[in-house]
């Protein structure tokens, strides 16, 4: 693991603290994300792993400000180099998108605008940040459109989305986030539309980008097949809340939270040939709207039988350090924790010793 | 792009030439002898004979049909000997009812029809798709239920209605207006205005109402795109994000419709025209339906038709223009 080079700042680059995000809607309040806080230094990378829904794109659309204020509810901190995002004006924040900020999204195809070439879109970004000519700006959009490896930039500076492969549109996606040097970068699933060969090239694009412009990187995927190659923590989110937060060694090795050790269960594994089932989470994720009261996690948990008194029923726990770095929303002792991970995940504790 | 077209020319003049086989058809089984209406009271069973040869209504129907397609390219000569009338290209036809070719009776109904048809059209759009971006952006507050009301509203009232209230409210019981009498805008500009401006509303009311739920959930649609939440996140201000990236791709769709409406309005708007005395083709096609005047009724359908279909190819290919994915091969 690196160690960010902060250099002169005072605390994390960005800290996010108690960030919550409700929508009112007519069946009720619907709490994505409730509560959550963690810390990027720079030139890092922080996975955010979690399920459909369990508030992940919610968390990161509301550090970008990309939230309507006027229907959803936001409240905690996010202080990007000591300004803290949610109390700055809506136009505050819009200056800091694309310039300070910026981020790339799933799908590449239906996120750039269709009626536009890519040219045009690039140069927008750069001329409503940085007073320069349209030559000076198409000038900077090529550079940049041979800086991610799309080839003859000067040509293709000229096509339209639709005539880009999906490689090379998520190519474009990520020269238009990083075209002003944007210290964070946010990246929503950014190879799940996209094929396997072309993924790995996305991923080691992404990091050859981090470590030039030491950038910021907030991941967002349920692959944690990316996560490892990726991120340097990794903040794992179930039913909007943070459940389980660590390095990612400790994540991947000494998980204690059931829902993490479900999700490494869940990867197909190679070594373990064709006759070793898939382990899968019993159950769905929680409605929002009616969070079970005890532990968010209990209905779909098999080791609440562990815990007395059927705290797991009633009470919320909290989210406690158990190791430097690592913390853990679970009501099970962490000497309990470790001994049914370490029998899960058997051949995975081998592997670190 | 070149070939596209002509081959988009040829389908439309194959789509006609279907077009007029059906009208020819269908108005060939009427009751009604087009050889009787020819003569009024008085009339011999010598001179009907005599007319309907002239008229060629003695030839079997095919041979009527390819005589009438045959005045559409080259012209006609109706009746023989000394009595003969030569109808140029395109004919088509002539109205013995009202003794006059079909195509200047319908050129003589034009100009009402275009003043009306584009008036109203600028009106609408101006009103429908400005009104309708103002509610998307209001979605679901107290500005976006009312448009939405008064939409539904002018949505429901039939135009004979909404035309007979402003008549009898606006000329003849406040007299704000002098009753409507159409002349040439170049001839007398205040009458043609004072004549056209409720005749403009009432078809804009209903159109308007239509356009602005269009553009509204088309507006709605786009917005949700996830290239809008790209735009934002570029930093954009609200105002580019909305103009340039929602209106853009928004109202693309509603191009085309805009181009279609004002074509079929072109061919006459039947109720507001007769309402208001306009003699635009409107009226015509009500009272050559009226007289049985079988050349004329044929003729509106084509004239109407055509430019149907001429508005479908023209849009088509703006759409070309317009949305860079649309290749037209």
Known sequence: ?353 | MSGYIVRRIISMVLMLLLLTLVVFLLFSVLPTDPARLTCGKACTPEVIAANRHNLGLDLPLLQQYWEFLKGLVVGRTYGSGTQTYSCDAPCLGYSFKRGEEVSVLIKQGFPATFWLATGAFVLWIGVGVSVGIYAALRRGRWQDKTVMGISLIGYSLPSFFIGLVLLYFVVLKWELLPYPSYVSPFENPLQFLQTMILPWIVLAILYAAFYMRLTRNQMLDTLGEDYIRTARSKGLPERTVVRKHGLRAGLTPIVTAAGLDLAGLLGGAIITESIFSLPGIGSLAVNSVVDADLPLIVGITLVTATFIIVANLIVDLLYAVIDPRVRLV
């Open chain 1, 1 to 353: 693991m690196s160690t960010g080079s902060t250099s002169g700042a005072t605390g994390p680059f960005l800290d996010v603290r108690d960030l919550r995000v409700e929508f009112p809607t007519e069946d009720g309040l619907v709490r994505a994300v409730d509560g959550v806080s963690f810390t990027v230094k720079r030139g890092q990378t922080l996975a955010i792993v979690g399920e459909s829904g369990s508030g992940k794109s919610v968390c990161s659309m509301a550090i970008m400000g990309l939230h309507n204020r006027k229907s959803a509810n936001i409240s905690g901190q996010v202080i990007l180099e000591g300004e803290d995002l949610i109390a700055t004006s809506d136009e505050g924040v819009r200056a800091l998108r694309g310039q300070k900020m910026a981020m790339i999204f799933q799908d590449p195809l239906s996120s750039l605008h269709p009626f536009y070439t890519v040219g045009k879109q690039l140069m927008e970004a750069i001329r409503v940040h940085q007073p320069v000519s349209k030559d000076e700006a198409r000038k900077q959009t090529v550079a940049m459109l041979d800086r991610v490896g799309i080839p003859n930039p000067d040509r293709r500076v000229d096509d339209y989305p639709h005539q880009l492969s999906g490689g090379m549109r998520q190519r474009v996606m990520i020269a238009m986030a990083l075209i002003n040097s944007p210290t964070l970068l946010i990246a929503d699933e950014p190879t799940t539309a996209l094929d396997v060969t072309v993924q790995a090239q996305i991923l080691e694009l992404l990091k050859d980008l981090q470590r030039d412009f030491n950038t910021a990187i907030i991941m967002i995927t349920h692959d944690l097949g990316v996560v490892a190659d990726m991120a340097d923590e990794v903040v794992v989110m179930y039913g909007g809340r943070l459940v389980e937060h660590g390095p990612v060694n400790d994540i991947f090795h000494r998980p204690e939270m059931p829902y993490t050790l479900g999700l490494l269960a869940s990867m197909p594994r190679l070594d373990k040939g064709r006759a070793a089932r898939l382990d899968p989470i019993p159950g769905l994720p929680p409605s929002l709207i009616r969070l079970p009261k005890g532990c968010v996690f209990r209905p779909r948990c098999t080791y609440h039988d562990n815990v007395p008194d059927g705290r797991c029923d009633t009470e919320r726990p909290d989210l406690l350090t158990t190791a430097p770095g690592h913390e853990v929303r679970c009501h099970m002792p962490p000497e309990l924790r470790r001994t049914i991970a370490a029998e899960r995940l058997g051949a995975r504790f081998e592997e670190t010793a």
